[in-house]
């Protein structure tokens, strides 16, 4: 067996313990997990519900807001972000994590939350501990020190009940773009980033934690980070399919989790920002590469997306494109997300089947098969 192939059937979510034993038992079953049908309970949910497992919202402090438990308990919500102001100490956050999953909700929505975090390593790590060293530093010291950031970044994390890492960084950082200036990315060639970002996904997944890979399908060329300012990558169709979708066909063909579409513009595919465009979201992530697993925005509050529109539009334009989950890092944001949707679903504006109900059964899917409470505290 080659040592890429070899790598492709690694990627799984398990027990911390024994990962080469434990990848390779169960690396021959992620092809069929991931082809199972999508939950029917899907089809039994209300049209509010279906709604609400297509989003996930950020809060201030470190105690959930009212109105967002409210949320939560109605069955409207897929999961949270937490960032820095929602971690003040490692007890505070396994309190705020139980705090949230111990929320009632309703039948066929009681499995766990997806509690997400961004902890790429760097720069952009919300919580102390690992990993402990940037993607840049990953991506020179190779796989097997990347795997092992990986796994100890699960161990963490599951300490505390997070059970959804918006890591790794897949984007091909070519130099003095943004990526490579922040070191966020892997390596300036897509087989380096195939090598060693991928292990690093590996080592969360067998940690009982879902990796994210991010930001498809590439932000490697944006001189700006997409928080702060609209990007067009002017790169050719050959281009972005021969070199910054690379790693993700690796990524994807090893059973990864997640994917997170970039909020930057991809004019050889469409005018509109990735997440909202159906040839990157449903085309090429989908049907091109063969993703099945759960997609995601970007925040959809940045700079990159501020001027396509608000909350109501970019809700109806990402379902539209095919991608799973809109990510709003302001609940009430998220709220009028919600109410745009539901009125789509009423209106018929969204079709409530199959598309609509296929993104919901993913998302259901990806909550049953997350591990229902926090492991052991590191």
Same mark, same amino acid.
């Given at each position: 067996?080659?040592?890429?192939t070899?790598? /492709?059937?690694r990627?799984?979510?398990?027990?911390?313990?024994?990962?080469?034993l434990?990848?390779f038992?169960f690396?021959?079953?992620?092809?069929?997990? $991931?082809?199972?049908?999508?939950?029917?309970?899907?089809?039994q949910?209300?049209?509010?519900?279906?709604?609400?497992q297509r989003?996930v919202?950020?809060?201030?402090?470190?105690?959930?807001?009212?109105?967002? *438990?409210?949320?939560?308990?109605?069955?409207?919500? +897929?999961?949270?972000?937490?960032?820095?102001?929602?971690?003040?100490?490692?007890?505070?956050?396994?309190?705020?994590?139980?705090?949230?999953?111990?929320?009632?909700?309703?039948?066929?929505?009681r499995?766990?939350?997806?509690?997400?975090?961004?902890?790429?390593?760097?720069?952009?790590? #919300?919580?102390?501990g690992?990993?402990?060293?940037?993607?840049? #530093?990953?991506?020179?010291?190779?796989?097997?020190?990347?795997?092992?950031?990986?796994?100890?970044?699960?161990?963490?994390l599951?300490?505390?009940?997070?059970?959804?890492?918006?890591?790794?960084?897949?984007?091909?950082? #070519?130099?003095?773009?943004?990526?490579?200036? =922040?070191?966020r990315?892997f390596?300036?060639?897509?087989?380096?980033? @195939?090598?060693?970002?991928?292990?690093?996904?590996?080592?969360l997944?067998?940690?009982?934690?879902?990796?994210?890979?991010k $930001?498809?399908?590439?932000?490697?060329?944006?001189?700006?980070?997409?928080d702060?300012?609209v990007?067009?990558?002017?790169?050719? &169709?050959?281009?972005?399919? +021969?070199v910054?979708?690379?790693?993700? #066909?690796?990524?994807v063909?090893?059973?990864?989790?997640?994917?997170?579409?970039?909020?930057?513009?991809?004019?050889?595919f469409?005018?509109?920002?990735?997440?909202?465009?159906?040839?990157?979201?449903?085309? =090429?992530?989908?049907? *091109?590469?063969?993703f099945d697993g759960? %997609?995601?925005?970007?925040?959809?509050?940045?700079?990159?997306? /501020?001027?396509?529109?608000?909350?109501?539009?970019?809700?109806?334009?990402?379902?539209?494109?095919?991608?799973?989950?809109?990510?709003?890092?302001?609940? &009430?944001a998220? +709220? %009028?997300? $919600?109410? @745009?949707?539901? /009125?789509?679903?009423?209106?018929?504006?969204?079709?409530?089947?199959?598309?609509?109900? @296929?993104?919901v059964?993913?998302?259901?899917?990806?909550r $049953?098969?997350?591990?229902?409470?926090?492991?052991?505290s590191?």
């Amino acid at each position: 067996m080659g040592t890429a192939t070899a790598r /492709r059937r690694r990627i799984a979510v398990g027990a911390a313990g024994g990962l080469a034993l434990a990848a390779f038992a169960f690396g021959a079953a992620l092809s069929d997990r $991931h082809s199972e049908p999508l939950p029917s309970a899907a089809s039994q949910l209300s049209l509010s519900e279906l709604a609400g497992q297509r989003l996930v919202a950020g809060f201030p402090g470190t105690a959930a807001p009212a109105p967002l *438990r409210r949320t939560i308990r109605r069955g409207e919500l +897929a999961g949270v972000i937490l960032f820095e102001g929602n971690l003040p100490d490692r007890a505070g956050v396994r309190r705020l994590v139980a705090e949230l999953e111990s929320i009632p909700r309703p039948p066929g929505l009681r499995d766990p939350l997806l509690i997400m975090v961004d902890q790429e390593g760097g720069l952009v790590k #919300r919580l102390g501990g690992p990993p402990r060293a940037s993607a840049q #530093r990953m991506g020179v010291a190779g796989a097997a020190f990347s795997r092992q950031q990986g796994r100890d970044t699960a161990a963490s994390l599951r300490g505390v009940g997070i059970n959804v890492d918006l890591a790794p960084v897949l984007d091909v950082a #070519r130099p003095g773009g943004t990526i490579a200036a =922040e070191e966020r990315g892997f390596g300036s060639t897509a087989t380096q980033v @195939a090598d060693t970002a991928v292990p690093f996904a590996e080592g969360l997944q067998a940690g009982g934690v879902a990796a994210t890979a991010k $930001h498809f399908p590439g932000l490697g060329a944006a001189a700006e980070n997409t928080d702060f300012a609209v990007q067009r990558i002017e790169l050719s &169709r050959r281009t972005l399919r +021969a070199v910054d979708e690379r790693p993700y #066909r690796d990524y994807v063909a090893g059973g990864g989790e997640m994917v997170m579409l970039s909020t930057a513009i991809y004019p050889a595919f469409s005018p509109r920002p990735a997440a909202f465009a159906r040839q990157i979201a449903s085309g =090429e992530l989908r049907d *091109r590469i063969g993703f099945d697993g759960v %997609s995601i925005t970007d925040a959809l509050e940045s700079v990159a997306v /501020r001027d396509f529109g608000g909350p109501a539009k970019v809700a109806i334009a990402g379902a539209k494109a095919g991608t799973d989950l809109l990510l709003f890092t302001d609940y &009430r944001a998220a +709220a %009028s997300a $919600h109410e @745009a949707m539901l /009125r789509g679903l009423r209106g018929r504006k969204l079709r409530r089947r199959p598309p609509f109900e @296929a993104s919901v059964g993913r998302v259901l899917r990806l909550r $049953h098969r997350l591990p229902a409470k926090a492991g052991p505290s590191r």
